[in-house]
Structure formats: structure tokens, C-alpha cells
């Protein structure tokens, strides 16, 4: 009696957790999307709180080869920096991991991604 008791009470629970899906930390917000036409071309900026980020390649825009992106972290009063670079194949994301130190003193930090190949690309950015 006590396992029918228990398995009752857990594949409801278990049914519903499953449809909820994560909540909260782990989860990408989405900050927006974009289409590159040519190479040194910039994205608009999308802030970010820290962490992780993540850019994504739209599979319906450019070849299917592997295409250079670069992030970069915009600075108003001086240069920007360099983030990192990711080659990106047709629907594939890049994620840039640990990138906290980049967050200044309006706690965010703003990134902005740049074409490093002559193909059209459309990009989707998450925080």
C-alpha cells in the first residue's frame, strides 16, 4: 500500500515537472537577431549580465560552410575589446563562456558580434 501511495504521488509530479521545462538560471533569454551582408560588418549591441553568451547561425541564410564570427565588447570611452571567435556552420551556435569580466559599472556588458567573411549571415544573440 505504502508504494502504490508513493508511486501516485510521484508521477503526477513527475508528469507536470517534465512539461514545465527549466526555469531561472540556465536558461538563454533571447536579445535579438540580425542579418550581416559583408566581412567587418557590425551587429547592433545586445547587453548582457555575464556568464555565458551565446550566438546562433540562421541554417536558411548563406552557404552551408563554416563562417568566422567574432564578439566584441563595445566601449564608449576607449577601444573595444576583443572577445573571442567562433566559425559557425549553417544552424549551429557558438557559446562564449565566462565572459563576467567583461561587465562594467552599469552591470551589464555590451556586446556586439562582426562578419569576418564575405557571405550573408543572420545571426541570433542570447544572454
Same mark, same amino acid.
Given at each position: ?96 563562456? +565566462? ?6 559599472? +552599469? ?21
Amino acid at each position: 500500500m505504502v508504494v502504490a501511495l508513493v508511486a501516485a504521488l510521484l508521477v503526477p509530479s513527475y508528469t507536470f515537472a517534465s512539461s514545465i521545462g527549466t526555469l531561472g538560471a540556465g536558461e538563454w533569454d533571447y536579445l535579438g537577431e540580425e542579418t550581416l551582408y559583408s566581412n567587418g560588418a557590425e551587429s547592433h549591441v545586445y547587453a548582457s549580465t555575464g556568464g555565458d553568451y551565446r550566438i546562433c547561425r540562421d541554417k536558411y541564410v548563406g552557404p552551408d560552410s563554416e563562417l568566422k564570427v567574432e564578439l566584441w565588447e563595445y566601449d564608449p570611452t576607449s577601444y573595444n575589446d576583443y572577445v573571442g571567435t567562433r566559425y559557425l556552420g549553417s544552424g549551429e551556435c557558438g557559446v562564449f563562456r +565566462g565572459i563576467g569580466s567583461f561587465v562594467d559599472g +552599469g552591470d551589464e556588458a555590451e556586446f556586439f558580434a562582426k562578419s569576418r567573411t564575405s557571405s550573408d549571415m543572420h545571426l541570433i544573440f542570447y544572454d
